[in-house]
């Protein structure tokens, strides 16, 4: 049977739009992601495309702390610009606070102590309409940390809306979950308020629910906020404090002052100062008001008996553009003492080693809380037993600036487009400062423990997918070994100049993982797929092994790679006359083809005794093929 010309016409040019992304991409393309590039958000090549946008928010928000009942009310308005092309007929808010919301799935058993009833959002208005609570047409809907109000009156493209809420809640002082009460008068309060979740051009709303595990994601908003607390209450917080002299002592405030221009760490609030009396203004109840712009959340932290550290940076030789750095800690946390220089330390390498782009924000707080965890301008760090810790724990969290607040991460999909990062970027900043540590190796013997096993699953499994160590596995480990071999493969020059591509390109908006695949491959001036797919999109592991036998013109090596991943390979020669020489080889055939080993000839000065592959931060599932010894 004949195809009439025009249906075959119809054919051929669906059986080419269908081959586009195959030719120009040898990575996998998922179907939500070619729609945004055909939409021309997304582009083949990295960058954004011509039509791509994003919404934000404004946020004004009165808040008040009652430390004996661990009470926090509040009230804000939100204005929410939508700046995509679609026609928005609801609005999405997450409620991360009902984490602790009885019946709410989590991914870690909590105290049945601080099992809430759920956030209870009261007086909400949208466009000054009221939202009703009774089943009725405009009424809410939960599910999870997700609150839904479906709209009356739609918000059309380039249009905004406010919202308006009331709310209350308890803080938890069990199962402290990022944030807590962690004494009777010492709080760290994140995932607080009434958030709109993202809408973006990938997948609309934003409606991955908060089980405890994966973090979040946000967009970029401004933030006017007040926060009421008792009299001798610090106040540590995201954005800049707008009225220090007001809630502040005089004495206080004058070392505060100085500490904000200091190229040393002033004592801003030693323990003497709270035996001598206020550390704040004399009033029974302090208003201390902050501002943030453009950034993705807003945390904070307060004490009545915490000790305070300060100093300023210059983090932009060009411009002379400071960062304040401090430290609020307990003063039985003797690691803490030196943390506030820690930190500075580390913010100078950010700003002028790796990644090389002065540090983003105006002030960076490292808080004296428990665990681990980044906040736009603030980290909530435990106590660490040494110097070690304390340099790993500081500079891993500062380093989150970057990755996710820098460049908007979607923390939910894509763990390992922060974590990765924020594991690799600090490695040469920990090795200087923290004598005998080696986060190199740390890492590749914590990957090595788990590579290869079924749990160990591609990174680009969507985070929330993932569970205990797989997910530990996926997001920290195999990305941080990726970007580190990645550096050293490429070399550090054109390393940075693709990172720093990629970050002008995408800082302030939502880059998704091709958005990186993409900029590098275009920036190096080759196709770095056959490294990507291995490392985040297979289950490759790494197993390199070493045969080698003598001949006559010295020894002949192979080297294969069993596992399939991308490996540096580093060959250590021990000769009888007792010397030694280590071969690094980075730019042999195996990057390229991990099932084909690569073959050398050495011609050693006299006779080999032991050769030896690999070394401790290069990740090996099994090292009993890695020596070979000569009689």
């Given at each position: 049977?004949?195809?009439?010309?025009t249906?075959?016409?119809?054919?051929?040019a669906?059986l080419l739009?269908?081959?586009?992304y195959?030719?120009?991409s040898?990575?996998?393309?998922?179907?939500?992601?070619?729609?945004?590039?055909?939409?021309?958000?997304?582009?083949?090549e990295?960058?954004?495309?011509?039509?791509?946008?994003?919404?934000?928010?404004?946020?004004k928000?009165?808040?008040?702390?009652?430390?004996?009942?661990?009470?926090?009310?509040?009230?804000?308005?939100?204005?929410?610009?939508?700046?995509?092309?679609?026609?928005?007929?609801?609005i999405?808010?997450?409620?991360?606070?009902?984490?602790?919301?009885?019946g709410?799935?989590?991914d870690?058993?909590?105290?049945?102590?601080?099992?809430?009833?759920?956030?209870?959002p009261?007086?909400?208005?949208?466009?000054?309409?009221?939202?009703?609570t009774?089943?009725?047409?405009n009424s809410?809907?939960?599910?999870?940390?997700?609150?839904f109000?479906?709209?009356?009156?739609?918000?059309?493209?380039?249009?905004?809306?406010?919202?308006?809420?009331?709310w209350?809640?308890f803080?938890p002082?069990?199962s402290?979950?990022?944030?807590?009460?962690?004494?009777?008068t010492?709080?760290?309060?994140?995932y607080?308020?009434?958030?709109?979740?993202?809408?973006?051009?990938i997948?609309?709303?934003?409606?991955?629910?908060?089980?405890g595990?994966?973090?979040?994601?946000?967009?970029?908003?401004n933030?006017d906020?007040?926060i009421t607390?008792?009299?001798?209450?610090?106040i540590w917080?995201t954005g800049?404090?707008?009225n220090?002299?007001?809630?502040?002592?005089?004495?206080v405030?004058?070392?505060y002052k100085?500490?904000?221009?200091?190229?040393?760490?002033?004592?801003?609030?030693?323990?003497?100062?709270?035996?001598?009396?206020l550390?704040?203004?004399?009033e029974?109840?302090?208003?201390?008001?902050?501002k943030?712009?453009?950034?993705?959340?807003?945390t904070?932290?307060t004490?009545?008996?915490?000790?305070?550290?300060?100093?300023?940076?210059i983090?932009d030789k060009?411009?002379?553009?400071?960062t304040f750095i401090?430290?609020?800690?307990?003063?039985?946390?003797k690691d803490?003492?030196?943390?506030?220089e820690?930190a500075?330390?580390?913010?100078e390498?950010?700003?002028?080693?790796?990644?090389g782009?002065p540090?983003p924000?105006?002030?960076?707080?490292?808080?004296?809380?428990?665990?681990?965890m980044?906040?736009?301008?603030?980290?909530?760090?435990?106590s660490?037993?040494?110097?070690?810790?304390?340099?790993?724990?500081?500079?891993?969290?500062?380093?989150?600036?970057?990755?996710?607040?820098?460049?908007?991460?979607?923390?939910?999909?894509?763990?390992?487009?922060?974590e990765?990062?924020?594991t690799?970027l600090?490695f040469?900043f920990?090795?200087a400062?923290?004598?005998?540590?080696?986060?190199?190796?740390?890492?590749?013997?914590?990957?090595?423990?788990?590579?290869g096993n079924?749990?160990?699953?591609?990174?680009m499994?969507?985070?929330y997918e993932?569970r205990?160590?797989?997910?530990?596995?996926a997001?920290y480990r195999?990305?941080?070994?990726?970007?580190?071999?990645l550096?050293?493969m490429?070399?550090?020059d054109?390393f940075k100049?693709c990172?720093?591509?990629?970050?002008?390109?995408?800082?302030?908006?939502?880059?998704?993982?091709?958005d990186?695949?993409?900029?590098f491959?275009?920036?190096?001036?080759?196709?770095?797929?056959w490294?990507?797919?291995?490392w985040?999109?297979?289950?490759?592991?790494?197993?390199?092994?070493?045969?080698?036998?003598?001949?006559k013109?010295g020894?002949?090596l192979?080297?294969?790679?069993?596992?399939g991943?991308?490996?540096?390979?580093?060959?250590?020669?021990?000769?009888?006359?007792?010397?030694?020489?280590?071969?690094?080889?980075k730019?042999?055939?195996?990057?390229?083809?991990?099932?084909?080993?690569?073959?050398?000839?050495?011609?050693?000065?006299?006779?080999?005794?032991?050769?030896?592959?690999?070394?401790?931060?290069i990740p090996?599932?099994?090292?009993?093929?890695?020596?070979?010894?000569?009689?």
């Amino acid at each position: 049977m004949k195809t009439k010309p025009t249906l075959f016409y119809l054919f051929v040019a669906l059986l080419l739009c269908n081959s586009t992304y195959a030719q120009k991409s040898s990575l996998n393309i998922p179907l939500n992601i070619q729609r945004a590039i055909d939409k021309d958000t997304r582009t083949l090549e990295g960058k954004p495309g011509p039509n791509y946008w994003q919404n934000k928010a404004e946020y004004k928000i009165k808040a008040e702390l009652e430390p004996k009942s661990r009470k926090l009310s509040g009230e804000e308005t939100i204005t929410y610009y939508n700046n995509s092309p679609d026609t928005l007929k609801q609005i999405v808010i997450k409620i991360l606070m009902d984490l602790y919301s009885k019946g709410n799935p989590r991914d870690c058993e909590i105290s049945p102590n601080v099992l809430i009833e759920g956030v209870q959002p009261k007086g909400i208005f949208v466009n000054s309409t009221e939202i009703k609570t009774d089943g009725s047409k405009n009424s809410l809907r939960r599910e999870g940390t997700n609150l839904f109000i479906s709209l009356e009156q739609p918000v059309l493209p380039k249009t905004k809306a406010e919202v308006k809420f009331n709310w209350n809640f308890f803080i938890p002082n069990e199962s402290q979950i990022r944030m807590g009460a962690y004494d009777s008068t010492t709080f760290f309060i994140a995932y607080w308020f009434p958030q709109v979740a993202v809408y973006d051009d990938i997948d609309g709303w934003d409606v991955i629910s908060y089980t405890g595990q994966t973090e979040t994601y946000n967009d970029f908003s401004n933030y006017d906020v007040e926060i009421t607390v008792p009299k001798n209450f610090l106040i540590w917080s995201t954005g800049i404090l707008l009225n220090p002299k007001e809630v502040l002592s005089t004495e206080v405030y004058e070392k505060y002052k100085k500490a904000y221009s200091s190229d040393t760490v002033v004592k801003i609030v030693e323990e003497k100062d709270y035996q001598k009396g206020l550390v704040t203004a004399d009033e029974e109840k302090l208003v201390y008001k902050f501002k943030a712009e453009n950034v993705m959340d807003f945390t904070f932290a307060t004490s009545d008996h915490y000790l305070w550290d300060g100093s300023s940076l210059i983090v932009d030789k060009i411009s002379g553009r400071r960062t304040f750095i401090d430290a609020a800690y307990n003063k039985s946390s003797k690691d803490f003492y030196t943390v506030a220089e820690v930190a500075r330390k580390a913010i100078e390498s950010f700003s002028t080693h790796i990644p090389g782009v002065p540090f983003p924000y105006p002030e960076m707080t490292v808080f004296n809380g428990v665990g681990g965890m980044e906040f736009p301008m603030m980290v909530n760090d435990s106590s660490a037993p040494d110097l070690q810790g304390t340099v790993h724990l500081t500079s891993h969290e500062i380093s989150h600036t970057y990755f996710p607040f820098y460049m908007g991460i979607n923390e939910r999909k894509y763990a390992w487009m922060d974590e990765g990062w924020a594991t690799m970027l600090p490695f040469d900043f920990q090795t200087a400062n923290a004598p005998g540590y080696d986060p190199r190796t740390r890492n590749a013997k914590s990957f090595s423990e788990f590579a290869g096993n079924e749990g160990d699953l591609q990174p680009m499994v969507l985070s929330y997918e993932l569970r205990g160590a797989s997910y530990r596995t996926a997001s920290y480990r195999r990305p941080g070994a990726a970007y580190e071999f990645l550096r050293q493969m490429l070399g550090d020059d054109l390393f940075k100049k693709c990172l720093h591509e990629y970050m002008n390109r995408w800082n302030g908006k939502h880059p998704i993982p091709y958005d990186f695949f993409f900029t590098f491959n275009e920036t190096a001036g080759q196709n770095l797929n056959w490294f990507f797919k291995p490392w985040f999109f297979e289950t490759k592991y790494p197993d390199l092994s070493l045969t080698a036998i003598h001949t006559k013109e010295g020894v002949s090596l192979s080297v294969s790679n069993k596992g399939g991943l991308p490996l540096p390979v580093k060959i250590k020669f021990y000769y009888e006359d007792g010397t030694s020489e280590i071969v690094y080889d980075k730019n042999a055939d195996w990057w390229r083809n991990g099932k084909v080993g690569i073959l050398t000839i050495i011609k050693p000065k006299t006779k080999v005794k032991k050769i030896e592959l690999g070394n401790s931060q290069i990740p090996d599932v099994n090292l009993n093929d890695n020596t070979v010894e000569f009689k």
